[in-house]
């Protein structure tokens, strides 16, 4: 079965960064599509960015554009979320997930099927 790890959260001022890892294992993960979703108090759970596949593409919310990149590592099984620049909104519950379908063409947002446990991210100004 298919497991997501997730890890690097934590308690950073405003303007710091993070960095959040997720390890994945249980198929071949370099054949699905990534994704880091976070879900903040009251609010739904919104996609911060994702990375196809191939790691050939990817995908941000406009909020976090050229503040947060997205990365893989396929040898290690890890998708990893750098989170630069951190602002009080981004405080959330940041999730892992895994794309249920393999080889997507593109990134499908509403493809993931697959998740981790959660790791809390805290901003303070």
């Known amino acids: 079965q298919v497991q997501l790890v997730e890890s690097g959260g934590g308690l950073v001022q405003a303007g710091g960064s993070l960095r959040l890892s997720c390890a994945a294992s249980?198929?071949?993960?370099?054949?699905?599509?990534m994704g880091w979703f976070r879900q903040a108090p009251g609010k739904e759970r919104e996609l911060v960015a994702a990375?196809?596949?191939?790691?050939?593409?990817?995908l941000y919310a406009d909020s976090v554009k050229g503040r947060f990149f997205i990365s893989r590592d396929n040898a290690k099984n890890t998708v990893y979320l750098q989170m630069n620049s951190l602002k009080p909104e981004d405080t959330a519950v940041y999730y892992c997930?895994?794309?249920?379908?393999?080889?997507?063409?593109?990134?499908?947002?509403?493809?993931?099927?697959?998740w981790g446990q959660g790791t809390q991210v805290t901003v303070s100004s």
């Open positions: 997930a895994s794309d249920r379908t393999p080889f997507r063409v593109t990134i499908i947002p509403t493809g993931f099927d697959y």
């Open positions: 249980g198929r071949t993960f370099g054949n699905y599509a």
């Open positions: 990375i196809k596949w191939s790691g050939t593409s990817t």
